[in-house]
């Protein structure tokens, strides 16, 4: 009986040591287990950070974006005017040489520094198909880097 006693005994002394080590590495997991929630919860926050920041550079542009299309469309309606004011007048030379003048170069420079230039040829071809330029219409003026800015220097419209 002594004998199964100290089997017994030592049977159990082995399942406490097993279920110590067991205990242990179960700390150890929940341990892990708390780092990566941390870790996953840092880079959680992380990632709502970046992401906030990229809608605010977002709705940044679309706001240049919007400001822009006002730009061009006062540019548009300015040029539609000047040249009605022209047809109205019946003096369509009247445009062509304010159109070559240093006072509409600059003009076209302050505003299409805001927006691509091509944007506004698009713009004059549209008035030239839509009938509102003559078919002769001379585009070369839209060539503001080399006229207006060269006229300028190489430091630019804002003399910097």
């Given at each position: ?106 003009e076209v420079c ?7 230039i091509d944007g ?37 419209p804002s003399g910097?």
């Amino acid at each position: 009986m002594l004998e199964k006693h100290e089997t017994l005994e030592a049977n159990f002394e082995g399942l406490r040591q097993e279920l110590k080590m067991a205990n242990t590495r179960l700390e150890e997991i929940q341990q892990m287990r708390e780092s990566e929630i941390l870790r996953f919860k840092e880079l959680e926050r992380k990632m709502l950070e970046e992401t906030a920041q990229l809608k605010a550079q977002l709705e940044e542009r679309e706001g240049q974006v919007a400001m822009a299309a006002v730009e061009y469309d006062v540019l548009k309606s300015s040029v539609a005017q000047a040249f009605t004011r022209g047809r109205e007048e019946g003096v369509a030379s009247r445009f062509a040489m304010y159109r070559n003048t240093q006072e509409f170069n600059d003009e076209v420079c302050r505003r299409g520094s805001s927006f691509y230039i091509d944007g506004f040829s698009v713009c004059l071809e549209q008035f030239k198909n839509l009938g509102n330029l003559p078919p002769d219409f001379d585009f070369s003026f839209l060539n503001v880097r080399a006229d207006a800015f060269g006229r300028m220097g190489d430091e630019g419209p804002s003399g910097g």
